[in-house]
């Protein structure tokens, strides 16, 4: 490994830990990072979830987890309080899809074309919502 790239990689590790570091200052955590138990990082992410978003949040658990995962590895720390923690998942909001009577009705009314044009929206609708091109004949 070159020394810019390892100079790359600590620089990041820094930056993530200062991160920490203020989230910590926060909640009026007064640990090194090193220090932190399961408990402290699962109060910092429920901290986090009020101020920005999961998938900021994950990026930053990734890393946290890679820095307590080479603690551990080189017995560095007595126990990796990363050990248990999970990504958190993103919930997305489901939209409303039509009613199967609604695309029955639909497709009874072929013309060539606009059949197609629906049939498509079927299939690409349906593999996300369930809805298959089966119900819409």
């Known amino acids: 490994m070159s020394f810019t790239k390892f100079e790359t990689i600590i620089n990041q590790v820094l930056q993530k830990r200062a991160s920490v570091k203020v989230g910590l200052a926060e909640l009026s955590i007064d640990k090194e990072v090193v220090e932190l138990s399961q408990e402290d990082i699962e109060t910092l ?21 890679a820095f307590f995962n080479y603690l551990d590895k080189n017995k560095l720390i007595n126990s990796n309080p990363m050990k248990n923690i999970k990504q958190l998942r ?48």
């Open 45 to 65: 992410i429920l901290h986090l979830k009020e101020k920005i978003k999961v998938v900021s949040i994950n990026t930053r658990l990734c890393a946290i987890k």
């Open 90 to 137: 993103d919930r997305q909001k489901i939209m409303e899809t039509l009613d199967d009577e609604v695309i029955v009705e639909v497709a009874k009314h072929k013309k060539s074309r606009d059949y197609a044009i629906f049939l498509i929206m079927i299939d690409n609708w349906g593999k996300t919502f369930g809805v298959g091109r089966n119900q819409a004949r």
